[in-house]
């Protein structure tokens, strides 16, 4: 993307001009410390090294004098080869050649103490040399003036004494104007990237994003603008095909009702008859049943879908849970629940003068799904055990029943773990969790001892905000 080789081109200006303000800072500030210390000549003779100095005082310690002259021994003779010295010279007192080694023919051999003055500082015929006090005379010692050069090094004493401290003060200055710039360059950088971070917490959060784009970022905002109106467009088609859908399926769940109770009506007239053959009484009875279920799926499609999108308001008031799972046991034994169904009721004491918010419509139809799902499931009869409790600020509906509970793979498709299959039936169960996900609760589907998956749902005995959940437990 562009936009990041900008970015980047950008940042690495700004170090290499950071590092070139730094420098020339450093060197205006050494300049200026140097000519305000610049007062009296320290001469700095060759011997202002020590190892300089202990190699022209193991050379002057070979030199002795003899009663035919000067005479240096063959280690001197070594020493000055090791160091890479091409001559030397002992003057007396007077500056006169005393003794002397492998001197050029072009160099004086007598030297007033002004010669000694200036080469001792600097060259002698373009040699640089080092001297060293020895006795009364001085030993001069030269270099190859192709290998060597000579500088000379002029500090004031003050400055020298003071140096720790204008290093130390030298590091803190500079230690403190990098942090200090690279502060001012981060923020910079921070300030044209706060209006991206921006941009795409409101991406995540679904909202509409309109940045600016000019400086640095300019590419990037472009980009999130243009995402952003793509999202609009698309979620403004989703919300269009959904609604589409709802209405869709409101429609025929309404264009359907009003035939579906004909044919509701002539079924149970005509198992009523009295003229009519057990076989006629059977199909008018048959055809009532599956009438009432069709109803039944009709009205589950039409509730799910709502429930869905959110178009399904929750009328919320005061219930006690207790009563309220009493009431639907109570409600299928006076519908006629035949003799091979039993439904066993638990209340726990702490659960039994519980109170809750919620809308009792929609809760009756959850635990009428979950009971009537276990008496559509186990046509030879079974036995229901709903058990109520408290557990941790929750509220835990428990139901399962002694028949094969519930397969696997619809509770794989519920939580997502596979694609649905036609053969599947998971429509009431849906509801159950969609309608307590909009109470704010969660389902589960624990394991009993035998194997068999059951159902439970936790609604919290203080209802609160936040998307529910499902699980399994295979425990």
Not at 102 to 112: I, M, T
Not at 168 to 196: D, K, Q
Not at 301 to 328: D, G
Request: proline share 4%; hydrophobic share 40%; charged share 25%.
């Amino acid at each position: 993307m562009k936009s990041l080789f900008k970015i980047i081109r950008r940042y690495i200006s700004s170090t290499i001009l950071l590092v070139v303000f730094v420098v020339l800072l450093n060197i205006l500030a050494l300049s200026y410390v140097a000519l305000q210390y610049e007062e009296g000549l320290n001469k700095m003779e060759g011997t202002s090294s020590t190892s300089a100095s202990r190699q022209m005082e193991d050379i002057a310690s070979q030199l002795t004098e003899t009663p035919e002259g000067w005479r240096i021994s063959q280690q001197g003779i070594d020493i000055l080869n090791k160091n890479q010295y091409i001559w030397g010279m002992l003057l007396d007192e007077n500056g006169d050649a005393v003794w002397e080694w492998q001197l050029p023919e072009g160099l004086p051999r007598s030297y007033s103490l002004a010669d000694v003055a200036s080469f001792s500082r600097w060259y002698l015929n373009d040699y640089p040399v080092r001297v060293w006090e020895y006795g009364k005379g001085l030993l001069v010692l030269g270099q190859d003036p192709e290998r060597f050069f000579r500088v000379i090094l002029v500090f004031n004493n003050v400055y020298l004494d003071a140096l720790y401290q204008y290093i130390v003060i030298f590091f803190v200055l500079n230690s403190v104007l990098i942090f200090v710039l690279a502060l001012w360059f981060g923020y910079r950088f921070y300030r044209s990237l706060r209006p991206i971070a921006r941009g795409v917490d409101a991406l995540a959060e679904s909202r509409p994003v309109l940045l600016s784009e000019k400086g640095i970022t300019e590419e990037l905002a472009r980009k999130l603008n243009q995402t952003s109106r793509i999202l609009e467009r698309q979620s403004e088609k989703l919300r269009q095909r959904d609604n589409a859908r709802t209405e869709w399926i409101s429609g025929v769940s309404h264009d359907i009702r009003t035939p579906l109770a004909l044919i509701t009506g002539y079924a149970e007239a005509l198992a009523s008859e009295e003229d009519l053959s057990p076989e006629d009484h059977q199909r008018a009875e048959s055809i009532r049943r599956q009438s009432l279920i069709i109803r039944q799926l009709i009205s589950d499609l039409n509730l799910t879908s709502k429930l869905e999108y959110n178009s399904q308001p929750l009328h919320m008031e005061e219930y006690r849970p207790a009563v309220l799972l009493r009431e639907i046991a109570a409600d299928y034994y006076n519908e006629g629940l035949q003799e091979c169904y039993e439904i066993d009721v638990k209340v726990s004491e702490e659960a039994e003068q519980l109170r809750l918010t919620g809308d009792t419509g929609l809760l009756k139809r959850a635990l009428r799904n979950l009971i009537g799902n276990s008496i559509r499931h186990n046509p030879e009869g079974c036995r229901i055990s709903a058990v109520l409790f408290s557990d941790s600020g929750n509220v835990v509906w428990r139901f399962s029943d002694t028949g094969p509970g519930i397969p696997k793979a619809v509770i794989d498709v519920l939580l997502g773990r596979s694609s649905e299959n036609s053969s599947l039936h998971i429509m009431g169960l849906r509801i159950v969790i969609q309608i307590i996900s909009a109470h704010g609760g969660r389902v589960l589907f624990p394991r009993n001892g035998d194997g068999a998956y059951g159902v439970e749902f936790l609604l919290p005995e203080k209802p609160n905000e936040g998307g529910p959940q499902s699980s399994a437990d295979n425990g």
